[in-house]
């Protein structure tokens, strides 16, 4: 084994970057002359959109040890602070502390970014068959075999009940 081999079985993660582009819908900012405090912002009742461009590195095997390290609570910040980065490389977040400070309404579209690029989502997992037409079985998902969906409440207004088995 050599680095070529590892370089041609793609076994080396490269440092390049993915460009992502992420819609947050937050808060309106007042304007700091409005708040009470000047070192506390305060928003508005009214919500902005706005679309930022994230910067997401894929993990290598240090970024891997590290979020698995990381108890479960800041398994997902780790990888908002490894994962997203200045266009040139560097990451956003100095500390872990920064990247557990975020507002949930732009923590959660990073984490979104980060895993979309690393893949981190399930796959989906229903089978096909040849024809590419969807699979005759039965999910879990409350699939009947006709492809409609069943509710419970509705199969229990059929009158639908299981009688009480006799006693012994």
Do not use: Y
Request: with cysteine; charged share 25%.
């Amino acid at each position: 084994m050599d680095i070529k081999q590892l370089h041609a079985m793609g076994a080396l993660v490269t440092r390049s970057l993915t460009r992502k582009e992420i819609t947050v819908r937050h808060p309106a900012l007042r304007p700091k002359s409005e708040w009470a405090d000047a070192t506390q912002p305060e928003f508005s009742d009214e919500l902005v959109v706005d679309t930022m461009t994230c910067w997401v590195r894929k993990r290598s095997s240090a970024d891997f040890l590290e979020m698995m390290q990381a108890p479960d609570r800041d398994k997902a910040h780790v990888a908002v602070l490894r994962c997203i980065c200045h266009e040139d490389g560097r990451e956003v977040f100095e500390s872990l502390d920064q990247a557990k400070q975020l507002q949930e309404w732009l923590f959660i579209p990073l984490m979104v970014a980060v895993n979309e690029v690393n893949q981190f989502g399930l796959k989906n997992s229903q089978p096909r068959t040849s024809s590419g037409a969807r699979s005759l079985s039965a999910s879990a998902d409350g699939q009947s075999l006709n492809g409609s969906r069943r509710s419970p409440k509705k199969n229990a207004r059929r009158g639908s009940r299981i009688a009480p088995s006799a006693a012994p």
